[in-house]
């Protein structure tokens, strides 16, 4: 069974940065694919950043140059570094898996950009 545990949100200023963990449990390794997601309020969940077992990182145009995935094998840690943050990225952030084609998610975990 995938689990995935996400920590790290919280408030930060337009501007300021945070850093997202998710945890991977059994391993990181039993993981296709791994990415995160957000959803605002009224709005449909997207995707903001994917990050595949070989290499690839794909990124959402609105975050582009300033989210950075990242992976720790030794930690089995998945993590979002957001950098230049702005209000628009205000959202609950998902931390997904992908087993077999088979969708897994956090509980999520908020963060909130504001002055």
Do not use: H
């Not at 963990?21 to 449909?44: E, H, M, N």
């Not at 582009?64 to 998945?78: A, P, Q």
């Amino acid at each position: 069974q995938v689990q995935l545990v996400e920590s790290g949100g919280g408030l930060a200023q337009p501007g300021g940065s945070l850093k997202l963990s998710c945890v991977v449990s059994p391993s990181i390794f039993s993981i296709d694919t791994l990415g995160w997601y957000r959803q605002a309020p009224g709005k449909q969940r997207e995707m903001v950043a994917i990050s595949k077992q070989w290499g690839s990182r794909v990124y959402a145009d609105s975050v582009k140059g300033r989210f950075t995935v990242s992976r720790d094998n030794v930690k089995n840690t998945m993590y979002l570094e957001m950098n230049s943050l702005k209000s628009e990225d205000t959202a609950v952030y998902f931390c997904y898996g992908e087993l077999s084609r088979t969708p897994y998610w956090g509980q999520g975990t908020q963060v909130t950009v504001s002055s």
